[in-house]
């Protein structure tokens, strides 16, 4: 899914192509996309005003206080092109012609999340702000004030949309690992050199992959937006070296999510239990990487019998 970084790239490219100009026309393929009964007419022909970030979400401000509302969700991308862009129910499913050209909205796979709403004033578009700080502005002291709201495992306290603004599985990995803490330790168990070192790395990595991704795309418009870059220290990592230390990357998955961690450096050697393997194997499930080393060891003489 898009973070902070992806979005404000997005919303930068998007700034220099559609402010100023007059939407001709909005075409949705996928019917299931547009999640608001507000006519597309009450839209056609405003011209753009101003683009905000609500999280993960994009916000374009038309004439007469109208907004569009883009949630990219896993698999939705935006795309531009100078010409009146095609459309298709599977994989383009909306496009917004403007006089200069058209944004493309794309969802890869079969499970359709993306959403567009189309709502007339602030306080409709407050609804759509999950809440959540933005990282790269707050003071250290309202980072943990937020960060001691309830007593939440960092993963998830990061990933809070209604704790902290465009923070999600890709990022919070990276930055659980720049600080070398536990992404299952508990927010309320952190000293105060922890948190701001927690603020630190949280900033540092936001930022560097802004001025990344704003040097990868130059003048163009973002291409390939994906959470899992090369580039990565261990989010997408699983089974490779982490690069500090040169431990395999361990994972716990849940759902559609995915957590990925380093051992050594984060954990003091211990596997965080993934929660199927570890019911399926139960009291086997091992707990340091020598044991985890050796039930693969067993397994594969096993499999060679």
């Known amino acids: 899914m898009p973070e902070l970084p992806d979005i404000t790239i997005y919303l930068e490219a998007l700034q220099k192509r559609i402010v100023r100009q007059k939407l001709l026309e909005l075409r949705v393929a996928n019917p299931f996309l547009l999640r608001t009964a507000t006519p597309i007419s009450a839209v056609t022909g405003k011209r753009v005003l101003e683009l905000r970030r609500l999280g993960k979400r994009i916000a374009i401000g038309l004439e007469e206080d109208f907004w569009l ?120 168990k952190l000293s105060a050199e922890q948190i701001a070192e927690l603020y630190r790395a949280t900033r540092e990595i936001l930022s560097l992959w802004i001025e990344r991704l704003r040097r990868e795309t130059g003048d163009g418009f973002p291409e390939g937006v994906t959470a899992f870059r090369p580039e990565m220290a261990v989010h997408g990592k699983f089974g490779k070296p982490c690069p500090v230390c040169g431990t395999a990357v361990q994972r716990i998955r849940y759902a559609d999510n995915e957590t990925n961690y380093c051992p050594t450096c984060q954990t003091g050697g211990k596997l965080l239990a993934d929660r199927s393997l570890s019911q399926l194997l139960k009291k086997d499930w091992p707990k340091t990487l020598e044991e985890l080393e050796e039930l693969r060891t067993s397994h594969s003489a096993k499999a060679k019998k």
């Open 69 to 188: 509302v883009i949630h990219l969700m896993i698999a939705g991308r935006l795309h531009w092109s100078e010409n009146r862009a095609k459309l298709s129910a599977k994989y383009a499913v909306c496009a917004f012609d403007f006089e200069n050209g058209s944004v493309l909205l794309t969802e890869a796979g079969s499970k359709k999340r993306a959403s567009l709403h189309i709502i007339q004033g602030s306080d409709n578009l407050r609804e759509h702000d999950r809440g959540g700080i933005d990282p790269l502005t707050v003071t250290v002291e309202e980072f943990s004030r937020v960060l001691r709201t309830g007593n939440h495992t960092l993963k998830r306290a990061l990933t809070s949309p209604q704790l902290f603004s465009g923070i999600g599985n890709a990022y919070s990995d990276e930055i659980l690992h720049r600080t070398k803490l536990s992404p299952v330790m508990l927010s309320q």
